[in-house]
């Protein structure tokens, strides 16, 4: 079963490691459950920064890139971490859903001293678990107290999103309507007017709500996604700069390394 249990101060061993901060992205396979229990931390989602501290919940989904950008010396979490084929296994279609939508929107969340006790039970006892000599009745259980993990979580984000203020929650689905569609489309679709007319607003509406929610236009955030593939595939893969400048639909490598040099002061 591909799941695995650590945390980052028990000295327990651990299969996959992101606590080290080095400027760094990291990028994990499986999908990613972080529960802060003491100190606090800044985390990067792709172009995205999250401050959590005691009782914060986190949910990274798979292949998304993130680093820590600075802790404190006393940050301690638990992890879960849930590859593919138990993630698939081990949850109906409407849990994954919501827990997809969940670290698309808003990937964090705060939690009561209570349910941050009950988490770390819950992440305590699957350790155990998994301690164990396999067989069904252990698998059967880990499913199960995974799911309550994870019900729980969509639970809490669902109490914790309700908002009276009805404009600041269509800003909110505006904002993560664009991000989604980014998340998916970059690479193709670079322009605001696209975007906008998928969401059903004008493009001036939409450049409006992201710079307000954001601090940053559309275009700026596109160019951002388009930057950081690029560094992601020039450091991780052997493609040349012409097919990664094609991947990214760029005219030509010209046209890339002209864009590339705008944002970072270097050629590819």
């Not at 490691?17 to 499986?30: A, Q, T």
């Not at 209570?114 to 164990?132: A, P």
């Not at 009745?137 to 799911?147: A, M, V």
Request: glycine share 4%.
């Amino acid at each position: 079963m591909d799941i695995s249990i650590y945390d980052n101060y028990s000295g327990a061993s651990r299969d996959f490691d992101f606590f080290e901060i080095d400027g760094e992205y990291k990028m994990c396979d499986s999908f990613l459950t972080i529960l802060c229990m003491r100190g606090r931390a800044i985390f990067k989602v792709r172009l995205h920064e999250f401050e959590i501290s005691r009782g914060s919940y986190m949910l990274i989904r798979a292949n998304d890139p993130f680093m820590i950008v600075e802790s404190s010396e006393d940050f301690h979490i638990d992890v879960v971490r849930v590859g593919e084929s138990a993630f698939a296994m081990s949850y109906d279609d409407v849990l994954k859903k919501r827990l997809e939508l969940i670290s698309i929107q808003r990937p964090t969340t705060k939690i009561s001293a209570r349910k941050t006790m009950m988490f770390h039970i819950i992440h305590s006892y699957l350790g155990s678990l998994l301690t164990l000599p396999k067989d069904w009745y252990r698998d059967q259980l880990i499913k199960e107290y995974l799911r309550i993990f994870y019900l729980e979580a969509c639970h809490i984000w669902e109490e914790n999103s309700i908002n009276p203020n009805m404009t600041v929650k269509r800003e909110r689905k505006i904002t993560c309507d664009f991000f989604r569609l980014a998340d998916k489309n970059f690479r193709e679709d670079r322009k605001v007017d696209s975007y906008a007319e998928k969401i059903g607003i004008s493009a001036k509406h939409l450049a409006a709500t992201i710079k307000g929610t954001t601090g940053k236009y559309p275009s700026d955030w596109l160019d951002d996604y388009v930057l950081l593939e690029a560094k992601k595939q020039l450091r991780e893969s052997d493609n040349s700069i012409q097919n990664i400048s094609f991947d990214l639909n760029f005219a030509t490598p010209s046209h890339f390394g002209r864009f590339f040099k705008s944002k970072t002061g270097m050629t590819p």
